[in-house]
């Protein structure tokens, strides 16, 4: 979409046809050495392509129309059709098929809404909580609570108001442009056809989350970059300072009212607990990390060894298994089946309790090596999505990397983490929140107050 603005731009802009040409040369000349580029890295990183795992971009078209959310990922719908066995084809052939139920189910004025909610999910916040909550920090044997899990909440509602501030202005000073049938800059031309063309993208056509909105942001700043270069804000400030003169102190008052009345009616924040896990070992990204369902034959075992470098632990290790088989129609039908799962504390020499979901119980994993053996207890072969297939890739990076004995290729999907009960905000956090908001106010107050001495009429004199 940015490369469509970027042509759209030069075949725009007013300049001689060579100079277009030239430009546009360029432009498919660095698209063919970043295509063709990536290729040689890939091959560099020992990446291979496996048709198993291969997903069409229809499934990311589909989750985008779920009418049951709106339109993020879904784990159910983002694996709809991902079974083993089944070709790309097969899996876009189904995926259509989805899609035209789906689109046939809506109206224009719900499939409206539904691209509304859309973009209020992925643009309504100024900063992305959905997957950047579990960034954690430390070394790869013991991570910590990350930034955002401690301090989000006072992070985004910080943040939001200049985030609206931002946005607002950027409109303004767009709208000025449009309404005057003035000139636009050719690089706030792209800018604004590169924010369009990942919105118009997203929202229409693809899955959101809000993390795809950051694509969208250094245009965003970069068109209110010129909105202050051309506004007059030194002016709109005096001439609504001379409104508010007068009762500057009365628009004070109401102003810090509300403000105790925001701080008061969501003081329950502060107060109410909520379940918070501090992570020590965690396989993320299973479902991007290779192939999700690695085949176990009858009876066999696959033991995983590894170390838990702090006390007061649970586990959580998945244990979705199944066989295929097919029925009259070559349908693929799954029938669930449990693995055996044990765990041994063998610093310990401690069998730790695992119940049929995969799970312990809390504070029973101590600091320790561990030995976690799965076990296919029927006769025929099975697959499941708590072990992934990485093939050559180098995960040297997390601690599970060929914790499996005989199977270098193969990682577990597991959680060790300590589960306490805390509030979303600290109290430290949410007076930090409002008293950084009436500072604010004050500092307002105190401009429009004293206007003539810190922002004069007289243009000259700024």
Known sequence: MIIIALLITIVLMGQAL??????????IATVIVVYFGSSVIQTAQRYERNNQVVTPATRY??????PNTSGQI??????????PGRTPKEKNRLYLSSIKRRLLNYSVGSLSEHFLKKASYMYGTGLTIQDFFYWYAGNKNNLEESILDRFGVTLVNGFQFFYILLSVMTFVFLWRHLKNKRSIPPVVLFSVLGVLGVCAFQVGLWEVRDRYSLLAVPFTVFIFSYALAELDIVGWISRFGSVLKQDVIRYFIISTGLLVFGYLSNYSLTTQLVEKNNVSIHQPYVAYAGQSDVKIKAHDKLKITFAVETTGNAGIFYNSA?????DSKSQQVKKYLPLQISLMNTTLHKSIEVDSNGNTKANTMQKGKYVL???NPTNQAIYTQGIIDIGKADFSFNSLYR???GHPELMPVMTVARSSQNTLVSKKQYNAIFTLLFVILCIITY???????ILPLNKSKV
């Open 18 to 27: 060579r100079q277009k040409f030239v430009q546009i040369s360029i432009l």
């Open 61 to 66: 078209i589909n989750m985008g129309l779920n």
């Open 74 to 83: 879904d784990g159910n719908d983002a694996w709809l059709y991902e079974q």
């Open 322 to 326: 199944y066989s295929i088989s097919s």
């Open 373 to 375: 053996t799965l076990t």
């Open 403 to 405: 914790s499996i004995s």
């Open 447 to 453: 401009m429009f107050r004293k206007k003539d001495k």
